[in-house]
């Protein structure tokens, strides 16, 4: 286990293409060097390319982020960097899957040079507009309850190979540019795709995502906090640790509500759908004492 002071955390991918016989290969290289350099996260390939979000001290990062460019032949691999006061993974997990990102559409593969990504200048730019425009959240519903970008249009999916099932039953103005984001980019690359198979070419994406956005306009258009994949639930607009936003331990999606565990004095979230029925207990651990003591005595 790392023994770090400031946890240093990157994300980033990749579409390219890479060779089904090689796969496995690529896994016990990078499962190596992550455990050997005190790495911690998820990294995962696909034919289709890499995609991770990993953590661990200054030094690691930055030699891990020289590792990847070596291992791709892809030094334009941009990451975005955050930082945590606790370690927001606890293991080394590098896995093989069908997409790197799970639209279910392994047909639909991006480009490496595209002609819709805006900056985050430009972003800002473009949402500072009076023109008329259509911002769509490519997320899903417990991802956008955290927050999301000034008048954008939630599609309360539950996942993100639900996105096709939207764009069919939402009618889309004809000559109206949309503007569609996610977290750090990657969904957008295969949503814009998605939508020029249905005709809509007037779509443009956020480079980079809610984390590249942030970095550099804390005080922009983006409301609430951006939710992230590990343990710190969600980061501020200055990518820091949420203290707002914490795990149900009843359903495990995005709670709000802070509490004290009847059994072990920890502070808790719970989520207002579980709250009445899931008693006033940090973990399963604890509830099955709860329901079975009652609350610690004094």
Sequence with gaps: MVA?????????????????????????????????????GLVLFAEEGINGTVAGDQPAIEKFKQYVWSLMNATD???????????????????????????KRRDLVPETTQDHHLTPKQWHDAMASSEPKLVIDTRN?????????????DPEIQNFSQWGEYLEKTEIPEGVPVYIYCTGGIRCE????????????????????????????PEGYYEGECFVFDERVAVDHNLKPSTRFGICPGCGLT????NVCDRCDAEYFVCATCDPTWGPVCSKACRDLWQRHGPKKA
């Design 190 to 217: 295969k949503a814009i795709l998605e939508m020029r198979t249905r005709g809509h070419e007037n779509v443009y994406q956020l480079r980079d995502g809610i984390l590249g956005y942030l970095a550099e306009y």
């Design 141 to 153: 519903k417990y991802e956008t309850m955290v927050g999301k970008f000034k008048g954008a249009i």
């Design 4 to 40: 770090a002071s400031v946890w240093y955390v990157t994300c980033f991918y990749r579409f390219i293409h890479i060779e089904a016989d090689k796969l496995s290969t690529l896994q016990a290289e990078m499962h190596e060097f992550m455990t050997k350099n005190g790495v911690l």
């Design 255 to 258: 709670a709000e509500t802070k």
């Design 77 to 103: 691999i941009t990451f975005k960097d955050s930082t945590s006061e606790k370690p927001p993974f606890h293991r080394v997990r590098v896995q093989l899957r069908a997409e790197i990102v799970g639209l």
